[in-house]
C-alpha cells in the first residue's frame, strides 16, 4: 500500500435521511474525553463544530464483495478510505471489530486495522454508502432515526435506504 492520499478539506459527515452529523460524543461519567479512543459516534444536530467534521483519506483500492467486484453496473474496484475526525484526529471504527449487525461505532487511533478503514461505495442520488472494510456491513442510523442515536453496522441494504446513505464532500 502507497502512501496515503489526504483529502483537501475537512466536511460534516451528515446522513441522508435525517439530515443530522456524525460525531464522537464523550461520556463524562465514564470519565472520557473527547480525544479518547473508544469514544461512541453518534448522530447529532449539526452545528458546524470541528468535531462534526470528517476528512476522507484514500488509502487504496479493492473489490467490494456486496458490489460483486463490478458486477449490476458497479466499479470492479471502490476506493478504500480512513475517516478521520478533524478534532480529535482518530479513525472512524467498529468497535471490537465484531461483524454482528448492531455492533457501535466509535473512534480510534488510525492503526490499519480492517474495522477502520471503509469502502466509499456510490449510492442513490450521488450519495456514498460506507462499507466496513472487514465486517462488510455498512455505517447505519439504527431504524433510520431522526433523533440523537448511537451509530451502528448493520447489513447493507442493497436499494437505496436513507439510514446508509451519506454526504461528504470530495
Known amino acids: 500500500m502507497g502512501q496515503a492520499?489526504?483529502?483537501?478539506?475537512h466536511s460534516p459527515l451528515t446522513?441522508?435521511?435525517?439530515?443530522?452529523?456524525?460525531?464522537?460524543?464523550?461520556?463524562?461519567f465514564l470519565g472520557q474525553s473527547l480525544y479518547d479512543n473508544g469514544v461512541t459516534i453518534w448522530q447529532v444536530s449539526c452545528t458546524g463544530a470541528p468535531e462534526?467534521?470528517?476528512?476522507?483519506?484514500?488509502?487504496q483500492s479493492d473489490h467490494n464483495p456486496n458490489t460483486g467486484g463490478g458486477g449490476l453496473g458497479f466499479p470492479p474496484l471502490e476506493?478504500?478510505?480512513?475517516?478521520?475526525?478533524?478534532a480529535t484526529g482518530l479513525c472512524l471504527d467498529v468497535a471490537d471489530a465484531t461483524t454482528a449487525n448492531g455492533a457501535r461505532i466509535q473512534q480510534w487511533t488510525?492503526?490499519?486495522g480492517g474495522s477502520e478503514k471503509w469502502f466509499e461505495h456510490p449510492s442513490a442520488f450521488g450519495y456514498i454508502?460506507?462499507?466496513?472494510?472487514?465486517?462488510?456491513?455498512?455505517?447505519?442510523?439504527?431504524?433510520?432515526?431522526?433523533?440523537?442515536v448511537v451509530m451502528q453496522?448493520?447489513?447493507?441494504w442493497a436499494n437505496p435506504n436513507v439510514a446508509q446513505m451519506y454526504t461528504l464532500p470530495s
Not at 492520499?5 to 478539506?9: F, P, R, T, W
Not at 476506493?79 to 478533524?86: E, P, Q
Not at 454508502?129 to 440523537?148: E, F, G, I, M
Open 79 to 86: 476506493t478504500v478510505d480512513y475517516l478521520v475526525n478533524r
Open 129 to 148: 454508502q460506507w462499507t466496513d472494510y472487514r465486517t462488510h456491513k455498512c455505517l447505519d442510523v439504527p431504524n433510520a432515526s431522526t433523533t440523537r
Open 110 to 112: 488510525c492503526n490499519g
Open 15 to 28: 446522513n441522508y435521511g435525517s439530515g443530522m452529523c456524525l460525531a464522537p460524543v464523550a461520556d463524562p
Open 52 to 59: 462534526q467534521q470528517w476528512t476522507k483519506i484514500g488509502l
Open 5 to 9: 492520499a489526504y483529502a483537501a478539506e
Open 153 to 156: 453496522q448493520y447489513a447493507c
